[in-house]
């Protein structure tokens, strides 16, 4: 048998902040979605001695996205985060990796991010492309480690994060359906004027979209979501309102004896530098007030019309 062949990524970057704050900025892997434009969605898939079993779902173009699942074991002692691919990509035989975290002089950390890789011999040509796309997203990933830790504790007054919740006498198939159904919302929800929908793949859609805010202003987004049945649909705003650096949520549902409970959670970050858009004095705690009301009114809109939809095949 051939021996395998390793090929091995490595970049670092110094980081303005402690190890013990990137550290943990990193291992959050739910909130990357909301830091990294790549970054859709990552689901536990369950726990156990070996680690995390994560499923991965990450933009690869305006209208690609691809999933993948990684056992993530992290060690906070030693500030050590491993992760390896369960399928690799082709024509790769394994690929693994591991973040660490190092203190610096002056309150600054460096941050290494590692690949390994192996393929068979004859395979070294066709993996050097690929080594080449992990290379670039490797740097992008330090990069949004560096910023978002860079600014930490403003980001703490900038993510405004809140959910609403809507108790529906109907089934859990019926409310998920509407809310799934994006592309008959013009008829079905008055705050969306227009909606063009793509579904390149069962459960991936993509949607621009034209709705008209509770001021009568009008918004223009592109979204992309992950849908799955019948419990969830996550969602990431790709195109935004000016006001808003980064939006993502989801749509989620719980069954329970009586029916369902549905809910719509919103995150977003605000632009500081959009903040003229509110008023000439406009501050950031304006602009949380503004987005809690705005987006609430349309998520429970939304849920109402979700649980009208459900309650009425119910005889509700």
């Excluded at 223009?220 to 808003?244: F, G, M, N």
């Excluded at 029916?259 to 004095?281: F, N, Y």
């Amino acid at each position: 048998m051939s021996e395998m062949q390793r090929e091995v990524v490595v970049r670092d970057v110094t980081v303005p902040a402690t190890a013990e704050t990137v550290y943990a900025i990193v291992a959050d892997l739910s909130s990357w979605p909301q830091f990294h434009p790549w970054a859709v969605h990552a689901e536990v898939c369950r726990r156990d001695i070996s680690g995390t079993l994560v499923q991965h779902w990450a933009l690869t173009d305006r209208a690609a996205v691809r999933t993948w699942r990684a056992r993530w074991q992290f060690d906070p002692a030693v500030r050590r985060i491993r992760f390896t691919h369960e399928t690799p990509p082709a024509p790769l035989r394994s690929l693994e990796g591991e973040w660490t975290f190092d203190d610096r002089p002056g309150g600054t950390c460096q941050v290494t991010l590692r690949h390994t890789m192996t393929c068979l011999p004859g395979e070294r040509d066709q993996v050097r492309d690929l080594a080449l796309g992990i290379e670039r997203n490797t740097q992008e990933l330090l990069e949004t480690a560096r910023d978002t830790a860079t600014r930490w504790e403003e980001l703490r007054s900038l993510v405004l994060s809140f959910e609403d919740r809507v108790f529906i006498a109907g089934s859990i198939h019926d409310a998920y359906t509407f809310l799934y159904e994006a592309g008959a919302w013009p008829d079905r929800i008055p705050h969306v004027s227009r909606l063009v929908l793509e579904e390149p793949s069962p459960g991936i859609q993509f949607f621009d979209m034209d709705t008209k805010a509770p001021d009568g202003s009008t918004h223009s987004t592109r979204s992309v979501r992950v849908c799955r049945p019948h419990h969830l649909i996550v969602y990431k705003q790709t195109v935004l309102p000016a006001l808003l650096d980064a939006h993502t949520g989801h749509w989620s549902f719980l069954e329970t004896p009586e029916g369902v409970l549905a809910s719509a959670r919103h995150t977003v970050t605000i632009k500081r530098s959009a903040l003229g858009l509110l008023g000439d004095t406009a501050t950031v705690s304006d602009a949380r007030r503004y987005l809690r009301r705005a987006l609430s009114i349309h998520s429970v809109r939304n849920l109402n019309l979700a649980k009208d939809h459900a309650e009425e095949p119910a005889g509700v």
